[in-house]
């Protein structure tokens, strides 16, 4: 059974930092890419990042980028999303997905959610002062 297991939200002051954690199991997990998105109150869900299966390309949404590192450790099953200088902006419930890709095309996808089809439960993020 493919599965998705996010951890690592929490609040946090604006300013501070936070690691989410994405678990894969039960697939190939170095054959798919996997992406980060968000969804806030009211709001649609939207991309963040992506890393590719070999970790050779990663993408980032234009409001994140220099504030959110993704990475991957393919031996652990694990995808990561440092983020840094957290804003009120950045709440919202995060979400891990992965799709099979060999090459770069799912992490040209961000912006289309519904194009990844595994997904994790997400974790709550929230930036308050």
């Known amino acids: 059974q493919l599965q998705l297991v996010e951890s690592g939200g929490g609040l946090v002051h604006p300013g501070g930092s936070l690691r989410l954690s994405c678990a894969a199991s039960?697939?190939?997990?170095?054959?798919?890419?996997v992406g980060w998105f968000r969804q806030a109150p009211g709001k649609e869900r939207e991309g963040v990042s992506c890393?590719?299966?070999?970790?050779?390309?990663?993408n980032y949404a234009h409001d994140v980028r220099g504030r959110f590192t993704i990475s991957r450790d393919n031996a652990k099953n694990m995808v990561y999303l440092q983020m840094n200088n957290l804003k009120h902006e950045d709440t919202g419930i995060y979400f891990c997905?992965?799709?099979?890709?060999?090459?770069?095309?799912?992490?040209?996808?961000?912006?289309?959610?519904?194009?990844?089809?595994?997904w994790g439960q997400g974790t709550q993020v929230t930036v308050s002062s």
């Open positions: 997905a992965a799709d099979w890709d060999p090459g770069s095309y799912m992490c040209t996808m961000i912006h289309r959610p519904g194009q990844y089809h595994v």
């Open positions: 039960g697939f190939t997990f170095d054959g798919y890419a």
């Open positions: 890393i590719t299966n070999s970790s050779n390309f990663a």
